[in-house]
């Protein structure tokens, strides 16, 4: 190939690829914009005008954005059982107090039993051994000593 | 990165409504119409759900996501009156603890006052209205006063009362122990001020029947349901003529904050701060222990008896906290402070023994290894706490933790590692800790 067509031919591959990369761009940002709106609204950001209100105003966690497996409107683990956990659990109380809690599968049992029995649960039916099943496995006892090291403060020079 | 799997309502019912309906409420529709619950199946789980009945139900379309659920957009954790600092356990209903930095103060403020709800804070307040009632086996006859009779017709008292909630500490024990995981800031002491509940038991006649006292407030159900009280504890009568003993209006000279229990509520120093009644609508004089919501076991009793970690405790065996135990907090510097080789470090805080009174107040660099003596103030009253302060040096740079014990007037120290587990996981009064660094 003389060397003129060849220049001519890496020119068009040149651009044939940026065309690509271009394209690439715009089918991925659709995509995010369809599959996870909140991540789009999160990398597009608000309107610069809309920042200053929205500083006043409490911020709002979309029920649907999901952070390292965390639905972070709740806090809970997203993971098979989530939804019915979320659905019966969440109907009546805050998720702190079952992501605050550990129990082994027969201690959550236990505190099922007492809302049934005290504060009007309903009988969960099939979605028993899926709840059961889900909070033994996310919100399991940690081994702890009598008394467990400190949690790592936030450290900070201490002035008079 | 998770490879969990990652799906929300919304994801749920894009895949497959009809299929959704079914996961999570049981619901199955008429398979023509598509429309109501077959069989009522689902239809109370999903009501459930919604905070009440649905309404018109039979032509609520399938694979529809109810729309209270469909945006239950999640706010912070802001509370009002609240000092954004102070650690939100729970906020259906509010659970709010502070951390010790921030119970500094000699009096804690109103807005580091920690919050422990059982139910939902009453929906209205009539407060010209407000009317409290004493009734009960004791009394002969039913009593009421207004807010404004109760003020015009009883000496009024002030006293520093400090409130511990009987939970105060759980989360150290092991097995975990259900309910909200208070680590060490379920404590505050304010300045209480309102009348002698003795002066209005004595109006209302008291008889010599009298065994406990039992209250009613005016939280709401987390059901929502008006006829179902929260909570309802009590009092043995001797702890109820003490002198301390308020029913309360004021909480350091303001109108109580609403998370706290305005417009009226109980104050009974020195005990489980669940004795003390919040949004005080009625005091029943029993003639027997009283038995309302959460005085029966296992809520507030600890076993009998010392139990292995674990063991399942019969309600028989189980019996009443009454005064809280002897404990300490460091409310000055808070955990993490970072001082230089050679700088001595103010430390203070606070003690407190339920019934009793601090009697002594140690500290210690070495995790229990040596003590020495702290500075001890008294009480400005019976029932509220001590401030102490102490002044420590570090032999070296590197790692250390400031430990604080109490002694009370009986000589009960507080222990270094968890006290005795029980189910609840009440009473843990083990030695607070902070962490502090020397550099060099």
């Known amino acids: 190939m003389d060397p003129k067509n060849r220049e001519h031919l890496d020119q068009a591959v040149r651009h044939l690829n940026r065309l690509v990369a271009a394209s690439l761009v715009i089918v991925a940002v659709a995509l995010v914009n369809i599959m996870a709106p909140d991540t789009a609204e999160k990398w597009w950001g608000p309107e610069p005008e809309m920042a200053a209100p929205m500083a006043e105003a409490p911020e709002v966690v979309s029920d649907t954005l999901i952070v390292d497996g965390i639905h972070v409107a709740s806090g809970l683990v997203v993971d098979d059982g989530f939804i019915q956990v979320k659905a019966t659990c969440l109907a009546c109380h805050s998720a702190k107090l079952v992501t605050q809690n550990r129990a082994t599968r027969d201690g959550w049992k236990k505190m099922i039993r007492w809302m049934q029995e005290t504060q009007n649960l309903w009988d969960l039916g099939t979605n028993e051994d899926l709840i059961l099943d889900y909070l033994a496995k996310h919100y399991a006892p940690d081994e702890a000593g009598r008394r467990p090291n400190l949690p790592t403060p936030t450290w900070y020079v201490l002035e008079d | ?440």
């Open chain 2, 1 to 440: 990165m998770s490879k969990k799997r990652k799906i929300g309502i919304h994801a749920l019912y894009a895949q497959d409504p009809i299929e959704a309906d079914r996961q999570l409420w049981g619901r199955e529709s008429d398979p023509q119409s598509r429309r109501g619950f077959l069989k009522q199946a689902g239809l109370a789980a999903m009501g459930m759900a919604v905070g009440g009945p649905i309404v018109f139900a039979k032509h609520m379309p399938a694979g529809l996501i109810p729309a209270v659920l469909a945006d239950p957009a999640a706010t912070p954790f802001a509370l009002e009156g609240k000092h954004p600092d102070l650690v939100v356990l729970n906020d259906q209903p509010w659970n709010v603890e502070t951390p010790a930095h921030l119970l500094d103060d000699d009096l804690t403020p109103a807005d580091k006052f920690f919050v422990r709800n059982n139910g939902l804070v009453p929906p209205e307040f009539n407060v010209d209205q407000w009317t409290l009632t004493i009734d009960g086996e004791a009394v002969p006859e039913p009593i009421s006063f207004t807010l404004n009779e109760l003020k015009e017709r009883f000496s009024e008292h002030t006293y520093a009362l400090t409130l511990e909630c009987g939970g105060n500490g759980r989360a150290e024990f092991n097995p975990p122990a259900k309910g909200n995981q208070w680590t060490t800031g379920a404590v505050g002491c304010a300045e209480w001020t309102g009348v002698r509940l003795r002066d209005v038991l004595e109006a209302a006649g008291v008889t010599s029947a009298a065994v406990y006292v039992g209250y009613y407030g005016k939280d709401l159900h987390l059901t929502k349901n008006p006829d179902k009280v929260v909570i309802s504890r009590g009092i043995p009568i001797a702890k109820a003529m003490e002198d301390e003993t308020l029913i309360a209006w004021k909480m350091n000279g303001e109108d109580i904050p609403v998370l706290n229990g305005y417009p009226l509520r109980l104050v009974v120093g020195g005990w489980p701060a669940s004795v003390s009644g919040k949004w005080l609508t009625r005091l029943s004089v029993r003639d027997r222990v009283h038995d309302g919501p959460k005085m029966e076991a296992p809520s507030y009793r600890v076993p009998n008896h010392p139990v292995e970690p674990g063991t399942e405790v019969k309600p028989e065996d189980m019996k009443i906290i009454e005064s809280m135990p002897v404990k300490s907090l460091i409310t000055y510097p808070k955990t993490g402070a970072m001082i230089p080789q050679g700088k001595r470090l103010n430390l203070r805080g606070h003690a407190w023994a339920g019934d009793r009174s601090v009697q002594r107040m140690e500290v210690s660099i070495d995790f229990g290894a040596t003590w020495q003596t702290a500075q001890l103030s008294d009480a400005p009253n019976r029932l509220a706490w001590q401030r102490w302060t102490a002044e420590v040096g570090f032999p070296e740079p590197g790692y250390y933790e400031v430990w604080a014990r109490a002694t009370d007037d009986a000589g009960v120290a507080q222990p270094m590692v968890v006290p005795g587990w029980n189910p609840k996981g009440y009473l843990n009064n083990a030695t607070h800790r902070i962490a502090v660094k020397v550099t060099e």
